[in-house]
C-alpha cells in the first residue's frame, strides 16, 4: 500500500480556490444593477446560450464561469421555487431562503468535491411596493466557495469584478431611467475588454425584473428594443 | 449534477414528473379520498363555461356559480384561468380538483418556460392538459369528473384556437365554439346562432354574455349576472398582444345592451 503525502488542508484549499478563480476569470463579467424601476441584469454574450433567467415571479439569476455548472445551478432553482409557491403561496417564495441553499450547496462541493465549481451566481429580488414588508430590492451574491454576500445598487461578478465594480462606483446613481441604466451597464461591460472594442447591442444579454408588471416582473429584452434604448 | 440542500432527482422540464417523483407526498391523488364502494360524495360543480373565436382571437367566458347538489356552494367562484400569455383554461365539474387542474397547468407551463428558455406551442399545452385530464380519469369514475376547455392564440399560426376533452384525456379541437357543463347545452345553442368569427370584440362580448344568460335562464345550476350583488361572469379575451380581461362594467353594459335587443328594443336604442 502507498503512503499518500500528507497536504495540509489550507493547501487545498488554497489550490481549489486559484483553480476556481482561473476558471471564472477566463468568463465575461455579469452586472446586476437596480434602476428607477427595478433591477437590470446584463452580460456580454454573443451566444445563444442564457446566462440570466427567471427563477420565480420577483425573482432572477445570473451566472459566470461555467456554463454547464451554472445553469444546472439555475434548474435547481427553479425547481425549488416552484415547489416552494406550489407548496405554500407565491409570495413565500423568497431571494434570502435560495441564496442561503445555493451557499450551502456550492460551499459543500468546495469542501467535498476534488473539483470546485467554477461559478459565482447572483439571485436578485425586485421589491413589490403593493406587498407590505416586501418593498425592498435585495441582491445576493454567492461565490465558488459558497460564501455570499448582499449587495445594495449594483454588484458585479465574473473575472473584472472589482475592476467593473469601481468603474460603476464612480458613475452609479440609484434612480437612473432605464436607458442610462443599460448605458451604463454597456460602458462597464466595455471597460472589461481594455477599452479594445465597443460592446455593439446583438452581443448584449439584458433581463429586467419590473417593479411595475403584474406576476411575473422577468421580462428578457429584444435586440431591437436594446437599440432603441442605447440610441434614445 | 446534484446539489446538498436542493434535494431530488429529477433533472426534466415538467412540473408534475418533478412532484410525482421528488415530492410524491405534495401531489393530490383524488383516487384515495373518495370511497370505491359506488357511493359518491357530495363536492361543489362547476356549471357553465364557454369559448369562441371572434376577429382577434378567442374568447373564454365562465359563470361564476358552483352548485353543491341542489345548494349554492359559492356565488363567485372562478372557472376561467389565465395559463400563460396566451393561454387560458376553463374548467366545468368537480371544483377542487377543477381548479387544482389549472393550477398546476399554470404552474406547469411556466415551469417548463423557464426550465427550457422557451414556451410550448399551443399544441403542446393542448396535449399536456389532455395528460392531465387523463390522470385523472380513476377519480373520474369515482365521479369527481374535470372537463376543461383550453382556448389560447396560436402565435404561429396566427389564429386563435380552442380545445375541449373527455374524460379519458381525449381531445378535440373546435373550429368555431364548444361550451361545457351543466348549462353547456343551452349556452351552445345560443352560440350556433349569435357567433360569427369575425365579430369585434365588442360583439363578441355581448354574444358570451347573451350564451351565459341563456344557460343560467334554461340551466338552474348556472349563475347569472347578479346585479344586486354586482357579481359578474369571467371574460377574458386572448389575441395576438396577449391575454386581456373584461372589465365589469364593460360586461354590465353589455349585458344591458343584450337586455335591450331581448325586448326587442335594440333598433330604437
Same mark, same amino acid.
Given at each position: 500500500?502507498?503512503?499518500?503525502?500528507?497536504?495540509?488542508?489550507?493547501?487545498?484549499?488554497?489550490?481549489?480556490?486559484?483553480?476556481?478563480?482561473?476558471?471564472?476569470?477566463?468568463?465575461?463579467?455579469?452586472?446586476?444593477?437596480?434602476?428607477?424601476?427595478?433591477?437590470?441584469?446584463?452580460?456580454?454574450?454573443?451566444?445563444?446560450?442564457?446566462?440570466?433567467?427567471?427563477?420565480?415571479?420577483?425573482?432572477?439569476?445570473?451566472?459566470?464561469?461555467?456554463?454547464?455548472?451554472?445553469?444546472? #445551478?439555475?434548474?435547481?432553482?427553479?425547481?425549488?421555487?416552484?415547489?416552494?409557491?406550489?407548496?405554500?403561496?407565491?409570495?413565500?417564495?423568497?431571494?434570502?431562503?435560495?441564496?442561503?441553499?445555493?451557499?450551502?450547496?456550492?460551499?459543500?462541493?468546495?469542501?467535498?468535491?476534488?473539483?470546485?465549481?467554477?461559478?459565482?451566481?447572483?439571485?436578485?429580488?425586485?421589491?413589490?411596493?403593493?406587498?407590505?414588508?416586501?418593498?425592498?430590492?435585495?441582491?445576493?451574491?454567492?461565490?465558488?466557495?459558497?460564501?455570499?454576500?448582499?449587495?445594495?445598487?449594483?454588484?458585479?461578478?465574473?473575472?473584472?469584478?472589482?475592476?467593473?465594480?469601481?468603474?460603476?462606483?464612480?458613475?452609479?446613481?440609484?434612480?437612473?431611467?432605464?436607458?442610462?441604466?443599460?448605458?451604463?451597464?454597456?460602458?462597464?461591460?466595455?471597460?472589461?475588454?481594455?477599452?479594445?472594442?465597443?460592446?455593439?447591442?446583438?452581443?448584449?444579454?439584458?433581463?429586467?425584473?419590473?417593479?411595475?408588471?403584474?406576476?411575473?416582473?422577468?421580462?428578457? #429584452?429584444?435586440?431591437?428594443?436594446?437599440?432603441?434604448?442605447?440610441?434614445? | 449534477? @446534484?446539489?446538498?440542500?436542493?434535494?431530488?432527482?429529477?433533472?426534466?422540464?415538467?412540473?408534475?414528473?418533478?412532484?410525482?417523483?421528488?415530492?410524491?407526498?405534495?401531489?393530490?391523488?383524488?383516487?384515495?379520498?373518495?370511497?370505491?364502494?359506488?357511493?359518491?360524495?357530495?363536492?361543489?360543480?362547476?356549471?357553465?363555461?364557454?369559448?369562441?373565436?371572434?376577429?382577434?382571437?378567442?374568447?373564454?367566458?365562465?359563470?361564476?356559480?358552483?352548485?353543491?347538489?341542489?345548494?349554492?356552494?359559492?356565488?363567485?367562484?372562478?372557472?376561467?384561468?389565465?395559463?400563460?400569455?396566451?393561454?387560458?383554461?376553463?374548467?366545468?365539474?368537480?371544483?377542487?380538483?377543477?381548479?387544482?387542474?389549472?393550477?398546476?397547468?399554470?404552474?406547469?407551463?411556466?415551469?417548463?418556460?423557464?426550465?427550457?428558455?422557451?414556451?410550448?406551442?399551443?399544441?403542446?399545452?393542448?396535449?399536456?392538459?389532455?395528460?392531465?385530464?387523463?390522470?385523472?380519469?380513476?377519480?373520474?369514475?369515482?365521479?369527481?369528473?374535470?372537463?376543461?376547455?383550453?382556448?389560447?392564440?396560436?402565435?404561429?399560426?396566427?389564429?386563435?384556437?380552442?380545445?375541449?376533452?373527455?374524460?379519458?384525456?381525449?381531445?378535440?379541437?373546435?373550429?368555431?365554439?364548444?361550451?361545457?357543463?351543466?348549462?353547456?347545452?343551452?349556452?351552445?345553442?345560443?352560440?350556433?346562432?349569435?357567433?360569427?368569427?369575425?365579430?369585434?370584440?365588442?360583439?363578441?362580448?355581448?354574444?358570451?354574455?347573451?350564451?351565459?344568460?341563456?344557460?343560467?335562464?334554461?340551466?338552474?345550476?348556472?349563475?347569472?349576472?347578479?346585479?344586486?350583488?354586482?357579481?359578474?361572469?369571467?371574460?377574458?379575451?386572448?389575441?395576438?398582444?396577449?391575454?386581456?380581461?373584461?372589465?365589469?362594467?364593460?360586461?354590465?353594459?353589455?349585458?344591458?345592451?343584450?337586455? @335591450?335587443?331581448?325586448?326587442?328594443?335594440?333598433?330604437?336604442?
Amino acid at each position: 500500500m502507498s503512503i499518500p503525502f500528507y497536504v495540509s488542508p489550507e493547501q487545498v484549499m488554497q489550490d481549489k480556490a486559484e483553480y476556481a478563480r482561473k476558471g471564472i476569470g477566463r468568463g465575461k463579467s455579469s452586472i446586476t444593477l437596480e434602476y428607477r424601476d427595478g433591477i437590470l441584469l446584463m452580460a456580454e454574450n454573443p451566444s445563444s446560450l442564457s446566462k440570466i433567467g427567471e427563477i420565480y415571479d420577483r425573482i432572477a439569476f445570473a451566472g459566470v464561469g461555467k456554463f454547464s455548472e451554472f445553469d444546472q #445551478l439555475r434548474k435547481v432553482g427553479v425547481r425549488y421555487a416552484d415547489v416552494k409557491g406550489y407548496a405554500y403561496s407565491r409570495d413565500d417564495v423568497r431571494a434570502r431562503a435560495l441564496a442561503n441553499a445555493y451557499s450551502q450547496a456550492m460551499g459543500d462541493v468546495f469542501t467535498r468535491e476534488m473539483k470546485p465549481l467554477e461559478v459565482e451566481v447572483i439571485v436578485a429580488e425586485v421589491g413589490d411596493p403593493e406587498l407590505a414588508g416586501h418593498e425592498h430590492n435585495t441582491i445576493y451574491r454567492i461565490q465558488y466557495d459558497g460564501s455570499i454576500s448582499d449587495h445594495e445598487n449594483y454588484c458585479v461578478i465574473g473575472g473584472q469584478s472589482d475592476e467593473l465594480g469601481s468603474f460603476l462606483q464612480s458613475r452609479y446613481q440609484p434612480t437612473l431611467p432605464l436607458g442610462e441604466a443599460v448605458a451604463l451597464g454597456r460602458a462597464a461591460l466595455e471597460r472589461a475588454t481594455n477599452g479594445r472594442s465597443s460592446v455593439p447591442p446583438q452581443n448584449l444579454e439584458v433581463c429586467l425584473l419590473e417593479k411595475a408588471r403584474i406576476g411575473r416582473k422577468f421580462r428578457r #429584452l429584444a435586440t431591437d428594443e436594446l437599440n432603441q434604448l442605447l440610441a434614445g | 449534477m @446534484r446539489f446538498a440542500g436542493f434535494g431530488g432527482t429529477y433533472e426534466g422540464s415538467s412540473f408534475g414528473e418533478l412532484l410525482e417523483i421528488d415530492h410524491p407526498h405534495m401531489r393530490a391523488d383524488w383516487t384515495e379520498l373518495v370511497p370505491r364502494n359506488g357511493t359518491s360524495i357530495s363536492v361543489p360543480h362547476g356549471t357553465t363555461v364557454l369559448a369562441f373565436k371572434f376577429a382577434e382571437g378567442v374568447i373564454v367566458a365562465g359563470d361564476r356559480l358552483a352548485t353543491e347538489g341542489y345548494r349554492v356552494a359559492s356565488r363567485d367562484v372562478q372557472k376561467v384561468y389565465a395559463t400563460d400569455g396566451h393561454s387560458m383554461i376553463a374548467i366545468a365539474g368537480a371544483a377542487g380538483p377543477a381548479i387544482e387542474m389549472a393550477r398546476l397547468m399554470r404552474i406547469e407551463l411556466e415551469h417548463y418556460e423557464k426550465i427550457e428558455g422557451e414556451a410550448l406551442e399551443l399544441d403542446g399545452k393542448a396535449n399536456k392538459l389532455s395528460q392531465m385530464v387523463r390522470a385523472n380519469l380513476p377519480a373520474a369514475m369515482q365521479g369527481l369528473v374535470v372537463v376543461p376547455l383550453f382556448a389560447g392564440y396560436d402565435l404561429r399560426r396566427r389564429q386563435g384556437r380552442i380545445w375541449k376533452f373527455d374524460v379519458t384525456g381525449g381531445r378535440y379541437e373546435e373550429a368555431e365554439f364548444e361550451s361545457t357543463g351543466s348549462g353547456g347545452l343551452y349556452a351552445r345553442e345560443s352560440l350556433k346562432k349569435l357567433h360569427r368569427s369575425d365579430a369585434p370584440k365588442a360583439e363578441a362580448l355581448e354574444t358570451a354574455v347573451q350564451a351565459l344568460q341563456n344557460a343560467a335562464d334554461e340551466d338552474r345550476g348556472t349563475g347569472g349576472i347578479d346585479m344586486v350583488r354586482r357579481i359578474f361572469p369571467t371574460v377574458i379575451y386572448c389575441s395576438e398582444r396577449g391575454i386581456e380581461q373584461a372589465g365589469e362594467e364593460e360586461i354590465a353594459s353589455a349585458f344591458q345592451r343584450s337586455v @335591450r335587443s331581448d325586448r326587442g328594443e335594440g333598433a330604437r336604442a
